[in-house]
T-cell receptor, first 117, second 113 residues
Framework: AQKITQTQPGMFVQEKEAVTLDCTYD???????LFWYKQPSSGEMIFLIY??????QNATEGRYSLNFQKARKSANLVISASQLGDSAMYFC??????????????FGAGTRLFVKA | DAGVIQSPRHEVTEMGQEVTLRCKPI?????LFWYRQTMMRGLELLIY????????DSGMPEDRFSAKMPNASFSTLKIQPSEPRDSAVYFC???????????FGQGTRLTVV
C-alpha cells in the first residue's frame, strides 16, 4: 500500500511567488518523521526540512516551511519567494519507528517544480 | 566533512557481469542506507545498516543483490549477475540518528547493456 502520496506530478510557479507541494502519508506508528528533499537536474539529493510527529510547531528552514496537519496526515512543503534555482524534483519522505530507533524511510513519487521567470 | 562518497559515479557493464558499488559514509554516522532510483519505481530503499549490521534487507529485489558493511567507513552493494533491468541510479546515504536527515552521496548511475 502506498504510504506516501504526492498527487502533483508537476507544478508551475511564477518567480517570487509562493508554492505549496502536497504530501499525504499513512502510518499507524505514533512516532515518525517527515522529510522533504530536493533533487535538481544534476541528480543529488538535498535535504530541505524535517518534521517530527511530536513536534508542536511547524518546521521552518529559511524559505521552506512544512505545513504539518497531523489529523489529516499531511505534510505539505511551502516554498516562499520562489527562485529559478528552485526548479527541481521534490520528494516527501516518511521514517517510521523513530522513537524505537526505526529507520525505514520511504519516499513519495515526487513533484517536479518549474519556476517561471 | 567530505560528505557521503560513492564510487564509481558511472558504470556501464554487460549483462551477466558482476558489479560492485562502493560507499563511504560520513564519519560518526551509525546508519547507512542503499537506495535505488528508477523512473518507473522512484526511490526504493534496498537495505540499511546500523553499526555495520544489516537491519532490514526486505527491499533487496533478488538474491543477485547483496550488500556488506565490513567496517564503519565502508559499504558495498554487489549485483551478480547483472541484468539490464538493474539499470538505475544507486544512492548511498548515511544518518546519525532517527530524527535527523540522511545525507546522500552523489549516486552511481549503472547501465547494464
Amino acid at each position: 500500500a502506498q504510504k506516501i502520496t504526492q498527487t502533483q506530478p508537476g507544478m508551475f510557479v511564477q518567480e517570487k511567488e509562493a508554492v505549496t507541494l502536497d504530501c499525504t502519508y499513512d502510518t499507524s506508528d505514533p512516532s515518525y518523521g517527515l522529510f522533504w528533499y530536493k533533487q535538481p537536474s544534476s541528480g543529488e539529493m538535498i535535504f530541505l526540512i524535517y518534521q517530527g510527529s511530536y513536534d508542536q510547531q511547524n518546521a521552518t528552514e529559511g524559505r521552506y516551511s512544512l505545513n504539518f496537519q497531523k489529523a489529516r496526515k499531511s505534510a505539505n512543503l511551502v516554498i516562499s519567494a520562489s527562485q529559478l534555482g528552485d526548479s527541481a524534483m521534490y520528494f516527501c519522505a516518511m521514517r517510521e519507528g523513530v522513537g524505537t530507533g526505526g529507520f525505514k524511510t520511504i519516499f513519495g513519487a515526487g513533484t517536479r517544480l518549474f519556476v517561471k521567470a | 566533512d567530505a560528505g557521503v562518497i560513492q564510487s564509481p559515479r558511472h558504470e556501464v557493464t554487460e549483462m551477466g557481469q558482476e558489479v560492485t558499488l562502493r560507499c563511504k559514509p560520513i564519519s560518526g554516522h551509525d546508519y547507512l542506507f542503499w537506495y535505488r532510483q528508477t523512473m518507473m519505481r522512484g526511490l526504493e530503499l534496498l537495505i540499511y545498516f546500523n553499526n555495520n549490521v544489516p537491519i532490514d534487507d526486505s527491499g533487496m529485489p533478488e538474491d543477485r543483490f547483496s550488500a556488506k558493511m565490513p567496517n564503519a567507513s565502508f559499504s558495498t552493494l554487489k549485483i551478480q549477475p547483472s541484468e539490464p533491468r538493474d539499470s538505475a541510479v544507486y544512492f548511498c546515504a548515511s544518518s546519525a540518528r532517527p530524527d535527523t536527515e540522511a545525507f546522500f552521496g552523489q549516486g552511481t548511475r549503472l547501465t547494464v547493456v
